[in-house]
Protein backbone atom coordinates (compact mmCIF):
# COMPACT_ATOMS: atom_id res chain seq x y z
CA UNK A 1 0.00 0.00 0.00
CA UNK A 2 1.01 3.46 -0.87
CA UNK A 3 2.14 5.88 1.70
CA UNK A 4 -0.77 8.14 0.27
CA UNK A 5 -3.28 5.83 0.16
CA UNK A 6 -2.39 4.81 4.65
CA UNK A 7 -2.48 8.62 5.01
CA UNK A 8 -6.35 8.67 3.29
CA UNK A 9 -7.12 5.23 5.18
CA UNK A 10 -5.73 6.38 8.51
CA UNK A 11 -7.19 9.52 8.95
CA UNK A 12 -10.48 9.71 9.32
CA UNK A 13 -9.67 6.96 12.09
CA UNK A 14 -7.01 9.44 14.13
CA UNK A 15 -9.40 11.97 13.57
CA UNK A 16 -12.07 10.36 15.54
CA UNK A 17 -9.32 9.42 18.28
CA UNK A 18 -8.52 12.51 18.65
CA UNK A 19 -12.25 14.39 19.20
CA UNK A 20 -13.31 11.67 21.37
CA UNK A 21 -10.12 12.17 23.20
CA UNK A 22 -10.51 15.78 23.36
CA UNK A 23 -14.28 15.08 24.92
CA UNK A 24 -12.35 13.12 27.46
CA UNK A 25 -9.95 15.61 28.41
CA UNK A 26 -12.77 18.35 28.70
CA UNK A 27 -15.18 15.93 30.91
CA UNK A 28 -11.93 15.57 33.22
CA UNK A 29 -11.03 18.99 33.48
CA UNK A 30 -15.04 19.26 33.98
CA UNK A 31 -14.58 17.92 36.99
CA UNK A 32 -11.44 18.23 37.95
CA UNK A 33 -11.02 22.01 37.64
CA UNK A 34 -8.97 23.46 34.62
CA UNK A 35 -5.71 22.44 36.11
CA UNK A 36 -6.82 18.67 36.26
CA UNK A 37 -5.87 18.78 40.15
CA UNK A 38 -8.64 18.76 42.83
CA UNK A 39 -7.29 21.97 44.23
CA UNK A 40 -8.58 25.38 45.43
CA UNK A 41 -11.52 27.13 43.26
CA UNK A 42 -11.23 24.16 40.77
CA UNK A 43 -12.33 21.96 43.58
CA UNK A 44 -15.32 24.00 44.27
CA UNK A 45 -16.39 24.32 40.54
CA UNK A 46 -15.95 20.69 40.45
CA UNK A 47 -17.86 19.61 42.96
CA UNK A 48 -20.77 21.71 41.81
CA UNK A 49 -20.48 20.06 38.26
CA UNK A 50 -19.93 16.96 39.48
CA UNK A 51 -22.95 17.32 41.39
CA UNK A 52 -25.02 18.81 38.92
CA UNK A 53 -24.35 16.49 36.29
CA UNK A 54 -23.89 13.41 38.06
CA UNK A 55 -25.52 13.34 41.64
CA UNK A 56 -28.93 10.89 41.27
CA UNK A 57 -31.53 13.34 42.15
CA UNK A 58 -32.41 16.47 40.50
CA UNK A 59 -31.06 19.16 42.97
CA UNK A 60 -31.65 22.99 42.75
CA UNK A 61 -28.16 24.13 42.34
CA UNK A 62 -29.55 27.47 43.04
CA UNK A 63 -30.52 26.81 46.67
CA UNK A 64 -27.35 24.98 46.92
CA UNK A 65 -24.59 27.50 46.15
CA UNK A 66 -27.07 30.04 48.54
CA UNK A 67 -26.37 27.79 51.50
CA UNK A 68 -23.00 26.93 50.41
CA UNK A 69 -21.79 30.05 50.50
CA UNK A 70 -22.59 31.69 53.69
CA UNK A 71 -20.65 28.73 55.39
CA UNK A 72 -17.27 29.32 53.46
CA UNK A 73 -17.60 32.84 53.70
CA UNK A 74 -18.50 32.64 57.62
CA UNK A 75 -15.73 30.21 58.74
CA UNK A 76 -13.16 33.21 57.90
CA UNK A 77 -13.93 35.72 60.61
CA UNK A 78 -16.72 36.17 63.10
CA UNK A 79 -17.43 39.63 60.69
CA UNK A 80 -17.40 38.56 57.11
CA UNK A 81 -20.31 37.20 55.44
CA UNK A 82 -22.21 36.10 52.48
CA UNK A 83 -25.70 38.19 52.20
CA UNK A 84 -28.57 36.61 50.17
CA UNK A 85 -30.47 39.33 47.97
CA UNK A 86 -33.33 38.61 50.05
CA UNK A 87 -31.58 39.88 52.49
CA UNK A 88 -29.20 42.55 51.03
CA UNK A 89 -32.35 45.69 51.26
CA UNK A 90 -32.87 44.67 55.03
CA UNK A 91 -29.14 45.19 55.88
CA UNK A 92 -29.11 48.19 53.24
CA UNK A 93 -31.86 50.20 55.37
CA UNK A 94 -30.44 50.65 58.42
CA UNK A 95 -27.53 52.71 56.63
CA UNK A 96 -29.46 54.24 54.35
CA UNK A 97 -31.93 55.65 56.83
CA UNK A 98 -35.36 55.13 55.52
CA UNK A 99 -37.30 52.36 53.96
CA UNK A 100 -40.39 51.82 52.38
CA UNK A 101 -44.19 51.33 54.44
CA UNK A 102 -46.94 52.74 55.50
CA UNK A 103 -45.54 55.23 58.12
CA UNK A 104 -46.73 53.86 61.74
CA UNK A 105 -45.09 51.93 64.90
CA UNK A 106 -47.11 49.12 66.19
CA UNK A 107 -47.45 46.82 68.82
CA UNK A 108 -48.88 43.65 68.90
CA UNK A 109 -51.34 43.01 71.89
CA UNK A 110 -52.94 39.80 72.24
CA UNK A 111 -52.60 39.16 68.09
CA UNK A 112 -54.04 42.36 67.37
CA UNK A 113 -51.42 44.93 65.27
CA UNK A 114 -52.67 48.48 67.48
CA UNK A 115 -50.90 51.75 65.56
CA UNK A 116 -49.29 53.27 68.60
CA UNK A 117 -48.05 56.24 66.54
CA UNK A 118 -47.98 57.79 63.21
CA UNK A 119 -45.00 59.02 61.19
CA UNK A 120 -45.95 62.51 60.52
CA UNK A 121 -46.43 63.40 56.80
CA UNK A 122 -46.35 59.67 56.23
CA UNK A 123 -48.24 57.53 53.91
CA UNK A 124 -50.19 56.70 56.89
CA UNK A 125 -51.19 60.35 58.04
CA UNK A 126 -52.23 61.09 54.69
CA UNK A 127 -54.53 58.07 54.49
CA UNK A 128 -56.40 58.75 57.41
CA UNK A 129 -55.18 56.15 59.35
CA UNK A 130 -55.35 57.23 63.69
CA UNK A 131 -53.47 56.49 66.47
CA UNK A 132 -54.93 53.73 68.57
CA UNK A 133 -56.50 52.01 65.57
CA UNK A 134 -56.52 48.15 65.18
CA UNK A 135 -55.54 46.41 61.97
CA UNK A 136 -57.63 43.88 61.37
CA UNK A 137 -57.27 42.89 57.72
CA UNK A 138 -54.24 43.27 55.14
CA UNK A 139 -55.78 42.99 51.86
CA UNK A 140 -58.77 41.29 52.83
CA UNK A 141 -57.02 38.40 54.91
CA UNK A 142 -57.46 38.17 58.33
CA UNK A 143 -54.62 38.77 60.46
CA UNK A 144 -55.92 39.36 63.89
CA UNK A 145 -56.15 36.17 66.78
CA UNK A 146 -53.65 34.51 64.22
CA UNK A 147 -50.44 34.54 66.60
CA UNK A 148 -48.88 37.22 64.26
CA UNK A 149 -45.60 37.87 65.10
CA UNK A 150 -43.58 41.47 64.42
CA UNK A 151 -41.53 39.85 61.88
CA UNK A 152 -45.27 39.39 59.96
CA UNK A 153 -46.17 42.32 60.23
CA UNK A 154 -43.06 44.01 58.79
CA UNK A 155 -43.68 41.61 55.70
CA UNK A 156 -46.75 42.47 55.04
CA UNK A 157 -47.47 46.26 56.09
CA UNK A 158 -43.71 47.15 54.20
CA UNK A 159 -43.04 47.26 50.53
CA UNK A 160 -42.21 48.49 47.68
CA UNK A 161 -41.86 52.89 47.37
CA UNK A 162 -45.51 53.29 45.50
CA UNK A 163 -47.59 50.05 45.87
CA UNK A 164 -50.97 50.22 47.76
CA UNK A 165 -51.70 47.71 50.59
CA UNK A 166 -55.63 47.80 51.68
CA UNK A 167 -56.39 47.82 55.68
CA UNK A 168 -59.32 46.56 57.30
CA UNK A 169 -59.36 49.11 60.40
CA UNK A 170 -61.37 48.77 63.86
CA UNK A 171 -61.56 52.14 65.25
CA UNK A 172 -62.92 52.78 69.19
CA UNK A 173 -66.22 51.54 69.74
CA UNK A 174 -67.07 51.39 66.40
CA UNK A 175 -68.91 47.81 64.94
CA UNK A 176 -67.80 47.68 61.78
CA UNK A 177 -64.19 47.81 59.89
CA UNK A 178 -63.02 50.70 57.57
CA UNK A 179 -60.93 50.24 54.51
CA UNK A 180 -58.32 52.47 54.29
CA UNK A 181 -56.05 51.69 51.16
CA UNK A 182 -52.76 52.78 51.63
CA UNK A 183 -49.88 54.28 49.13
CA UNK A 184 -46.35 52.97 50.70
CA UNK A 185 -43.30 55.41 50.54
CA UNK A 186 -40.16 56.32 52.12
CA UNK A 187 -40.52 56.40 55.78
CA UNK A 188 -37.38 57.77 57.73
CA UNK A 189 -35.50 56.33 60.14
CA UNK A 190 -33.99 58.58 62.80
CA UNK A 191 -30.60 57.71 64.17
CA UNK A 192 -30.51 60.57 66.93
CA UNK A 193 -32.90 59.18 68.88
CA UNK A 194 -33.05 62.18 71.35
CA UNK A 195 -31.19 65.27 72.38
CA UNK A 196 -32.47 67.54 74.96
CA UNK A 197 -31.21 69.72 77.75
CA UNK A 198 -30.39 67.88 80.62
CA UNK A 199 -29.60 70.53 82.91
CA UNK A 200 -29.39 74.46 81.58
CA UNK A 201 -25.46 73.80 80.37
CA UNK A 202 -25.59 70.51 79.54
CA UNK A 203 -26.63 68.67 76.18
CA UNK A 204 -27.46 64.67 76.48
CA UNK A 205 -27.55 63.18 72.30
CA UNK A 206 -28.35 59.82 72.16
CA UNK A 207 -27.39 58.53 68.71
CA UNK A 208 -28.43 55.05 68.12
CA UNK A 209 -26.77 53.95 64.67
CA UNK A 210 -24.16 55.74 62.34
CA UNK A 211 -26.08 55.46 59.32
CA UNK A 212 -25.60 58.13 55.93
CA UNK A 213 -28.10 60.56 57.63
CA UNK A 214 -26.99 60.47 60.88
CA UNK A 215 -23.81 62.97 60.39
CA UNK A 216 -26.79 65.72 59.26
CA UNK A 217 -29.29 65.00 62.13
CA UNK A 218 -25.90 64.86 64.36
CA UNK A 219 -25.17 68.59 63.40
CA UNK A 220 -28.88 69.51 63.75
CA UNK A 221 -28.91 68.03 67.31
CA UNK A 222 -25.41 69.95 68.54
CA UNK A 223 -27.25 73.36 66.72
CA UNK A 224 -30.27 72.81 68.26
CA UNK A 225 -29.29 72.22 72.38
CA UNK A 226 -26.45 74.75 71.71
CA UNK A 227 -29.17 77.28 70.89
CA UNK A 228 -30.69 76.36 74.29
CA UNK A 229 -27.49 76.79 76.07
CA UNK A 230 -25.46 74.02 76.26
CA UNK A 231 -21.63 74.09 76.55
CA UNK A 232 -21.32 70.15 77.39
CA UNK A 233 -21.99 67.31 75.82
CA UNK A 234 -22.65 63.95 76.88
CA UNK A 235 -22.94 61.99 73.57
CA UNK A 236 -24.55 57.97 74.56
CA UNK A 237 -23.13 55.08 72.45
CA UNK A 238 -24.60 52.41 74.73
CA UNK A 239 -25.96 49.61 72.68
CA UNK A 240 -24.78 51.28 69.33
CA UNK A 241 -23.42 48.40 66.90
CA UNK A 242 -21.88 50.56 64.60
CA UNK A 243 -22.17 52.13 60.63
CA UNK A 244 -20.57 53.75 58.26
CA UNK A 245 -17.07 55.07 58.94
CA UNK A 246 -17.12 58.00 57.12
CA UNK A 247 -19.96 59.16 59.07
CA UNK A 248 -17.96 59.04 62.37
CA UNK A 249 -15.06 60.57 61.33
CA UNK A 250 -17.53 63.34 60.23
CA UNK A 251 -18.99 63.39 64.31
CA UNK A 252 -15.74 63.07 65.55
CA UNK A 253 -14.25 65.57 63.16
CA UNK A 254 -16.22 68.28 65.14
CA UNK A 255 -15.01 68.17 68.25
CA UNK A 256 -11.13 67.55 66.92
CA UNK A 257 -8.33 70.09 66.00
CA UNK A 258 -6.50 70.04 62.39
CA UNK A 259 -4.57 67.36 62.28
CA UNK A 260 -5.67 65.26 64.64
CA UNK A 261 -5.70 61.38 64.01
CA UNK A 262 -9.34 59.97 64.49
CA UNK A 263 -8.75 56.11 63.39
CA UNK A 264 -6.33 54.04 60.75
CA UNK A 265 -6.89 51.25 58.89
CA UNK A 266 -4.66 48.73 57.65
CA UNK A 267 -4.36 44.98 56.58
CA UNK A 268 -2.56 42.51 54.54
CA UNK A 269 -3.75 43.77 51.10
CA UNK A 270 -4.94 47.06 52.26
CA UNK A 271 -2.33 49.83 52.68
CA UNK A 272 -2.89 51.97 55.53
CA UNK A 273 -5.34 54.45 55.44
CA UNK A 274 -5.46 57.43 57.96
CA UNK A 275 -8.46 59.89 58.87
CA UNK A 276 -7.54 63.46 60.30
CA UNK A 277 -9.55 65.71 61.47
CA UNK A 278 -10.05 68.60 58.87
CA UNK A 279 -10.18 71.62 61.93
CA UNK A 280 -13.36 72.43 60.68
CA UNK A 281 -15.78 71.17 63.89
CA UNK A 282 -18.35 73.48 65.56
CA UNK A 283 -17.35 71.77 68.94
CA UNK A 284 -13.72 71.75 69.97
CA UNK A 285 -13.28 73.77 72.92
CA UNK A 286 -16.71 72.40 74.36
CA UNK A 287 -16.96 69.69 77.04
CA UNK A 288 -17.68 66.22 76.38
CA UNK A 289 -18.60 62.79 77.75
CA UNK A 290 -19.00 59.58 75.70
CA UNK A 291 -21.07 56.58 77.55
CA UNK A 292 -20.38 53.16 76.17
CA UNK A 293 -21.20 49.65 76.93
CA UNK A 294 -20.59 45.91 76.25
CA UNK A 295 -22.83 46.73 73.33
CA UNK A 296 -20.76 49.77 71.87
CA UNK A 297 -19.36 47.88 68.83
CA UNK A 298 -17.56 49.14 65.62
CA UNK A 299 -18.29 53.03 64.58
CA UNK A 300 -18.69 53.75 68.48
CA UNK A 301 -15.71 52.14 69.41
CA UNK A 302 -13.95 53.93 66.94
CA UNK A 303 -15.70 57.61 68.05
CA UNK A 304 -14.60 56.70 71.97
CA UNK A 305 -11.20 55.71 71.17
CA UNK A 306 -10.77 58.96 68.92
CA UNK A 307 -11.63 60.73 72.18
CA UNK A 308 -9.97 58.98 74.95
CA UNK A 309 -6.64 58.90 72.82
CA UNK A 310 -6.33 62.97 71.64
CA UNK A 311 -7.41 63.16 75.37
CA UNK A 312 -10.21 65.48 73.78
CA UNK A 313 -13.12 64.15 76.88
CA UNK A 314 -13.86 61.16 78.84
CA UNK A 315 -15.46 58.13 78.46
CA UNK A 316 -17.04 56.60 81.03
CA UNK A 317 -19.04 53.01 80.88
CA UNK A 318 -17.96 49.78 80.37
CA UNK A 319 -15.54 48.23 78.10
CA UNK A 320 -16.63 48.04 74.81
CA UNK A 321 -17.65 45.06 72.49
CA UNK A 322 -14.15 44.62 70.79
CA UNK A 323 -15.29 44.99 66.68
CA UNK A 324 -12.68 46.69 64.68
CA UNK A 325 -12.70 44.94 61.43
CA UNK A 326 -12.82 46.36 57.75
CA UNK A 327 -15.46 44.87 55.57
CA UNK A 328 -15.34 45.22 52.06
CA UNK A 329 -18.51 44.12 50.06
CA UNK A 330 -18.71 42.80 46.70
CA UNK A 331 -21.88 42.82 44.71
CA UNK A 332 -24.00 40.07 42.70
CA UNK A 333 -25.29 40.72 39.57
CA UNK A 334 -28.60 39.03 41.25
CA UNK A 335 -28.39 41.23 43.69
CA UNK A 336 -26.20 39.65 46.72
CA UNK A 337 -23.33 40.67 48.33
CA UNK A 338 -20.43 38.90 50.11
CA UNK A 339 -18.78 41.42 53.05
CA UNK A 340 -15.02 40.21 53.94
CA UNK A 341 -12.82 41.63 56.37
CA UNK A 342 -9.66 43.09 54.87
CA UNK A 343 -8.53 45.43 57.58
CA UNK A 344 -8.60 46.14 61.06
CA UNK A 345 -8.90 49.56 63.01
CA UNK A 346 -7.02 50.86 65.08
CA UNK A 347 -7.36 53.88 67.54
CA UNK A 348 -4.51 56.93 67.20
CA UNK A 349 -2.64 55.51 69.49
CA UNK A 350 -2.28 52.12 67.85
CA UNK A 351 -4.99 50.03 70.02
CA UNK A 352 -6.66 47.68 67.53
CA UNK A 353 -10.26 47.82 68.38
CA UNK A 354 -11.04 44.33 67.29
CA UNK A 355 -10.56 42.02 70.19
CA UNK A 356 -9.35 38.39 69.61
CA UNK A 357 -11.19 35.23 68.33
CA UNK A 358 -10.89 31.83 67.84
CA UNK A 359 -11.43 29.77 64.55
CA UNK A 360 -14.33 28.30 64.58
CA UNK A 361 -15.52 29.10 68.27
CA UNK A 362 -17.71 32.43 67.11
CA UNK A 363 -20.59 31.46 68.93
CA UNK A 364 -18.69 31.91 71.64
CA UNK A 365 -17.36 35.30 70.20
CA UNK A 366 -20.88 36.33 70.01
CA UNK A 367 -21.84 35.44 73.48
CA UNK A 368 -18.82 37.63 74.89
CA UNK A 369 -21.22 40.03 76.58
CA UNK A 370 -23.60 37.08 79.03
CA UNK A 371 -19.93 35.40 79.51
CA UNK A 372 -18.50 38.86 80.93
CA UNK A 373 -21.19 39.21 82.54
CA UNK A 374 -21.03 35.80 84.25
CA UNK A 375 -17.57 36.68 85.48
CA UNK A 376 -18.80 40.07 87.09
CA UNK A 377 -17.17 42.11 84.68
CA UNK A 378 -20.50 44.84 84.82
CA UNK A 379 -20.60 44.99 88.18
CA UNK A 380 -16.59 45.30 88.89
CA UNK A 381 -13.55 46.78 87.36
CA UNK A 382 -13.39 44.42 84.45
CA UNK A 383 -11.62 41.21 84.48
CA UNK A 384 -9.92 41.25 81.40
CA UNK A 385 -6.34 39.99 81.59
CA UNK A 386 -5.52 40.32 77.60
CA UNK A 387 -5.71 44.31 77.91
CA UNK A 388 -2.38 45.88 76.60
CA UNK A 389 -1.39 49.77 77.98
CA UNK A 390 -0.96 52.49 75.08
CA UNK A 391 0.06 56.18 75.71
CA UNK A 392 -2.36 58.96 74.71
CA UNK A 393 -0.88 61.90 72.66
CA UNK A 394 -1.02 63.57 76.55
CA UNK A 395 1.08 60.79 77.72
CA UNK A 396 -2.07 59.12 79.68
CA UNK A 397 -1.88 55.35 79.68
CA UNK A 398 -5.16 53.69 78.16
CA UNK A 399 -5.67 50.06 77.55
CA UNK A 400 -6.67 48.26 74.34
CA UNK A 401 -6.79 44.68 72.68
CA UNK A 402 -10.47 43.81 73.22
CA UNK A 403 -12.13 46.81 72.61
CA UNK A 404 -11.88 50.20 74.70
CA UNK A 405 -11.59 50.54 78.07
CA UNK A 406 -13.16 53.68 79.68
CA UNK A 407 -11.32 56.19 81.66
CA UNK A 408 -14.35 56.03 84.19
CA UNK A 409 -15.65 52.44 85.02
CA UNK A 410 -19.47 52.79 85.76
CA UNK A 411 -21.27 49.16 87.21
CA UNK A 412 -24.34 48.28 85.72
CA UNK A 413 -27.00 48.99 87.95
CA UNK A 414 -28.77 45.72 88.91
CA UNK A 415 -31.42 48.02 91.75
CA UNK A 416 -34.34 46.26 91.73
CA UNK A 417 -33.49 43.77 89.05
CA UNK A 418 -34.70 40.59 90.87
CA UNK A 419 -36.15 37.01 89.99
CA UNK A 420 -39.37 38.64 89.52
CA UNK A 421 -38.99 41.72 87.81
CA UNK A 422 -36.66 39.58 85.16
CA UNK A 423 -40.29 37.45 85.08
CA UNK A 424 -41.78 40.34 83.88
CA UNK A 425 -39.66 41.68 81.54
CA UNK A 426 -38.51 38.49 80.05
CA UNK A 427 -42.21 38.01 79.09
CA UNK A 428 -42.46 41.78 77.49
CA UNK A 429 -45.69 42.29 80.19
CA UNK A 430 -43.80 45.72 81.35
CA UNK A 431 -44.41 47.20 77.54
CA UNK A 432 -47.55 45.13 77.19
CA UNK A 433 -49.38 46.58 80.19
CA UNK A 434 -48.12 50.13 79.40
CA UNK A 435 -49.76 49.46 76.08
CA UNK A 436 -52.96 48.34 77.33
CA UNK A 437 -52.96 51.51 79.84
CA UNK A 438 -52.68 53.52 76.85
CA UNK A 439 -54.93 52.87 75.06
CA UNK A 440 -57.45 52.36 77.92
CA UNK A 441 -56.91 56.36 79.23
CA UNK A 442 -56.31 57.65 75.67
CA UNK A 443 -58.77 60.19 76.07
CA UNK A 444 -57.28 61.58 78.75
CA UNK A 445 -53.73 60.95 78.06
CA UNK A 446 -53.85 62.59 74.98
CA UNK A 447 -55.41 65.99 76.49
CA UNK A 448 -51.73 66.90 78.24
CA UNK A 449 -49.78 69.18 76.76
CA UNK A 450 -46.44 68.31 77.70
CA UNK A 451 -44.36 64.82 79.00
CA UNK A 452 -43.41 66.81 81.89
CA UNK A 453 -47.50 67.08 82.29
CA UNK A 454 -47.73 63.78 82.00
CA UNK A 455 -44.77 62.58 83.40
CA UNK A 456 -46.26 64.34 86.97
CA UNK A 457 -49.78 62.68 86.46
CA UNK A 458 -48.78 59.22 86.05
CA UNK A 459 -46.39 59.11 89.11
CA UNK A 460 -49.36 59.98 91.40
CA UNK A 461 -51.48 56.75 89.45
CA UNK A 462 -51.50 53.23 90.71
CA UNK A 463 -49.51 51.76 88.07
CA UNK A 464 -47.53 49.34 89.37
CA UNK A 465 -50.12 48.12 91.71
CA UNK A 466 -52.46 47.59 88.72
CA UNK A 467 -49.05 45.89 86.77
CA UNK A 468 -49.26 43.40 89.39
CA UNK A 469 -52.63 42.35 88.84
CA UNK A 470 -52.07 42.26 84.93
CA UNK A 471 -49.16 39.82 85.33
CA UNK A 472 -50.77 37.62 87.93
CA UNK A 473 -53.55 37.59 85.45
CA UNK A 474 -51.03 35.93 82.88
CA UNK A 475 -49.99 33.76 85.31
CA UNK A 476 -46.73 35.30 87.20
CA UNK A 477 -47.71 34.85 90.82
CA UNK A 478 -46.79 38.13 93.15
CA UNK A 479 -44.28 38.32 95.51
CA UNK A 480 -44.60 41.27 97.67
CA UNK A 481 -40.66 41.91 98.90
CA UNK A 482 -39.42 41.40 95.01
CA UNK A 483 -41.95 44.10 93.91
CA UNK A 484 -41.58 46.48 96.91
CA UNK A 485 -37.48 45.81 95.88
CA UNK A 486 -37.84 46.96 92.43
CA UNK A 487 -40.65 49.32 93.39
CA UNK A 488 -38.64 52.40 91.38
CA UNK A 489 -37.56 50.67 88.13
CA UNK A 490 -41.31 49.02 87.68
CA UNK A 491 -42.43 52.81 87.79
CA UNK A 492 -39.68 54.35 85.91
CA UNK A 493 -40.02 51.95 83.28
CA UNK A 494 -43.93 52.01 83.02
CA UNK A 495 -43.70 56.05 83.04
CA UNK A 496 -41.51 56.40 80.46
CA UNK A 497 -43.03 54.35 78.13
CA UNK A 498 -46.49 55.38 78.90
CA UNK A 499 -44.95 58.75 78.21
CA UNK A 500 -43.49 57.44 74.68
CA UNK A 501 -46.45 56.61 73.31
CA UNK A 502 -48.28 60.12 73.97
CA UNK A 503 -44.92 62.48 73.21
CA UNK A 504 -42.29 60.07 71.14
CA UNK A 505 -39.06 58.65 71.84
CA UNK A 506 -37.10 61.68 72.86
CA UNK A 507 -39.59 62.52 75.52
CA UNK A 508 -38.88 58.50 76.28
CA UNK A 509 -35.05 59.27 77.25
CA UNK A 510 -36.04 62.26 79.01
CA UNK A 511 -38.15 60.58 80.91
CA UNK A 512 -35.94 57.13 81.89
CA UNK A 513 -32.73 58.76 81.92
CA UNK A 514 -33.38 60.56 85.14
CA UNK A 515 -32.19 57.78 86.97
CA UNK A 516 -29.50 57.00 84.98
CA UNK A 517 -26.03 56.30 86.57
CA UNK A 518 -23.80 56.74 83.58
CA UNK A 519 -25.71 60.14 82.85
CA UNK A 520 -25.43 60.95 86.61
CA UNK A 521 -21.68 60.65 86.84
CA UNK A 522 -21.37 62.42 83.61
CA UNK A 523 -23.20 65.37 84.65
CA UNK A 524 -21.48 65.07 88.29
CA UNK A 525 -17.82 65.11 86.51
CA UNK A 526 -18.77 67.79 83.98
CA UNK A 527 -20.14 69.87 86.57
CA UNK A 528 -17.23 69.53 89.08
CA UNK A 529 -14.62 70.55 86.62
CA UNK A 530 -13.52 67.21 85.96
CA UNK A 531 -14.54 66.22 82.34
CA UNK A 532 -11.23 66.98 80.52
CA UNK A 533 -9.29 64.02 80.90
CA UNK A 534 -5.95 65.73 82.78
CA UNK A 535 -8.42 66.57 85.33
CA UNK A 536 -9.55 62.96 86.32
CA UNK A 537 -7.08 61.77 89.44
CA UNK A 538 -7.90 57.74 90.75
CA UNK A 539 -10.87 57.82 88.66
CA UNK A 540 -10.12 55.20 86.54
CA UNK A 541 -12.13 52.51 87.08
CA UNK A 542 -13.69 53.54 89.93
CA UNK A 543 -17.08 51.05 90.65
CA UNK A 544 -20.62 52.75 91.31
CA UNK A 545 -21.69 49.68 92.48
CA UNK A 546 -26.07 50.30 93.17
CA UNK A 547 -27.56 47.03 93.50
CA UNK A 548 -26.83 43.42 95.05
CA UNK A 549 -28.75 41.67 92.92
CA UNK A 550 -27.69 40.77 89.11
CA UNK A 551 -30.07 40.19 86.27
CA UNK A 552 -29.43 39.88 83.01
CA UNK A 553 -32.25 41.48 81.62
CA UNK A 554 -31.43 45.19 79.82
CA UNK A 555 -34.41 47.31 79.81
CA UNK A 556 -35.98 47.91 76.29
CA UNK A 557 -34.79 51.00 75.12
CA UNK A 558 -36.60 51.02 71.48
CA UNK A 559 -39.37 48.53 71.89
CA UNK A 560 -41.58 50.10 69.03
CA UNK A 561 -41.25 49.01 65.92
CA UNK A 562 -42.19 50.72 62.53
CA UNK A 563 -43.47 49.35 59.10
Same mark, same amino acid.
Given at each position: ?S?????????????????A?G????????R???T??V?????????F?????S??????????????????????DP? +? $???PA?E?????????G????????????R???????????????????Q????????N?T????????? $???L?K??????????????????S??????V????I? =????????? @?? @?T?????????????????????S????????????? /???????????V??????????????V??????F?RQ?????????????????????????????F?????????????????????S?Q??????????????V??????????????????????YE??????? =?Q?????T????????????????V????G? =?????? $???????????? @?? $?????????S????D???????D??????????????????????F????????????????????E?? /????????????? @????????????M??????????????? +?????????I????????S??????????
Amino acid at each position: MSPEKKVRTWLPLWIGLSIALGILIGSIYSRFGSTGKVDGTGKIDAIFNYINKSYVDTVNMHQLVEEALPKIVQDLDPH +S $AYIPASEMKRVNEDLEGHFSGIGVSFYVLRDTIIVTSIVPGGPSEAAGIQQWDRIINVNDTLIAGKKITN $ADVLQKLRGEKGSEVKLGIKRDNDSKLTDITVTRGDIP =MSSVQASYM @ST @STIGYIKVGTFGFNTFNEFISALSKLKSQGARSFVID /LRGNSGGSLEVVVAMVNEFLNKGDLIVYADGRNFPRQDSYANGSGTSKEDDVVILIDELSASASEIFAGAIQDNDRGLVIGRRSFGKGSVQSQRSFPDGSAVRLTVARYYTPSGRSIQRKYEKGKYDEYELEAINRY =MQGDYVNTDTASTLIPFKTGGGRTVFGGDGI =MPDVFV $ARDTTGMNSYFN @SL $ANRDLIQEYSVTYSDMHKQKLQDFQSAEDLTRFLYKQPLLLNLVSFADNRGVRPRPYYIEESRKLFERQ /LVSYIVRNFFGEE @SYYSVYMQDDTLMKKAVDLIEKGLAKPE +SVVQERYKSITLGQRIGFSVPDEFGMLYA
